[in-house]
């Protein structure tokens, strides 16, 4: 079974923190995705990486950045959190770079900026 | 632009009978559909998926059925279950890039 584990469930951080969230695939992928959902909104995608140290933009990436070192790994960080990043963040992998298949999610992270 | 939408926010049937939901795609290129289901405080967990090659699907109690004619996405469950109550989205790969588009979900309530 494909495992995606994220570092924490739930994270409370003040504004002007700098976050970072973890992201750690089992099976080898090379897709990698962070999202967040919001009600009403659905998931919109942030960041993906399709390789080790590879990164392309998403639909929201303001206030985001990613780091992708290894290949198991990718990671999200917020440079400076703000109220309007508080959300549900979700991580998903798929597997083979540049085929748009099924992606596997983590259990998310429930991040509140006071 | 191209979007992924779902007829009905919420759905409620009771136990043992069927449940349907629904989800409409726009973007003619699309050939690969998922559907997720969404338990509360979890990340979506993959049930089923198709291929536009195919119109229809069978798991395990569940059912999808595409209609490409009419841009059509269905996730039929049979004998809904207490256990079945979720939000379940679809997805689909129209969009260039390696991002799938997610619809916003259906929210299904099992009643006993």
């Known amino acids: 079974d494909v495992k995606v584990t994220q570092s924490s469930r739930y994270l409370v951080k003040r504004t002007g923190e700098k976050v970072f969230l973890e992201c750690v695939q089992d099976m080898d992928h090379e897709n990698m995705f962070w999202y967040r959902q919001d009600p009403g909104l659905g998931l919109r995608l942030i960041y993906f990486s399709y390789d080790v140290k590879m990164k392309e933009k998403g639909d929201i990436p303001e206030g985001y950045s990613v780091s992708r070192e290894k290949k198991e790994r990718f990671s999200l960080i917020l440079e400076s959190a703000s109220t309007n990043q508080t959300s549900m963040y979700l991580c998903?992998?798929?597997?083979?770079?540049?085929?748009?298949?099924?992606?596997?999610f983590g259990p998310g992270t429930r991040l509140l900026v006071l | 632009g191209e979007s992924v939408g779902l007829h009905l926010p919420t759905l409620s049937v009771q136990e043992g009978d069927n449940s349907i939901i629904n989800c409409a795609y726009s973007?003619?290129?699309?050939?690969?559909f998922i559907w997720y289901k969404q338990e509360s405080g979890k990340g979506p967990q993959f049930i089923i998926d198709i291929r536009s090659n195919m119109d229809k699907r069978q798991g395990q109690r569940v059912t999808v059925l595409l209609n490409k004619t009419v841009k059509h996405l269905s996730l039929q469950i049979a004998a809904t279950q207490p256990g079945d109550s979720a939000v379940y989205f679809c997805?689909?790969?129209?969009?260039?890039?390696?991002?799938?588009?997610f619809g916003k979900g259906t929210s299904l309530l099992v009643t006993p």
């Open positions: 997805a689909e790969n129209g969009n260039s890039g390696y991002a799938l588009n």
């Open positions: 998903a992998s798929s597997g083979k770079a540049g085929k748009r298949e099924t992606q596997y």
């Open positions: 973007n003619s290129a699309s050939d690969y």
